[in-house]
């Protein structure tokens, strides 16, 4: 890759389209890997027409997000466990 990637953070306000929280403390385990880390933590490309997320330690591809006019496709084939926040009971 040539480009420098951003964190997780840049996809923050496309995810926040889809998820009703704040999709960047979710924590993600990667599927090639096994590293776990916030989705914050994760490397953010997102000059494509998506935006790519890439695990921190091996750089292998855990989310791609897609968006046109009132549609999202997420793609998560890259992340073996997606640990979401819930309120408390």
Do not use: K
Not at 12 to 32: E, I, K, N
Not at 60 to 66: G, K
């Amino acid at each position: 890759m040539t480009t420098t990637p951003f964190d997780g953070n840049a996809s923050a306000g496309d995810l926040a389209d889809v998820f009703a929280f704040d999709v960047t403390v979710a924590r993600t385990t990667c599927a090639l890997c096994g590293d776990t880390r916030p989705l914050a933590e994760l490397h953010a490309y997102i000059r494509a027409p998506g935006s790519v997320l890439r695990c921190a330690t091996c750089g292998h591809v855990q989310v791609r997000l897609v968006r046109a006019e009132h549609r999202a496709w997420l793609d998560l084939t890259g992340v073996s466990v997606l640990q979401l926040p819930v309120a408390s009971a």
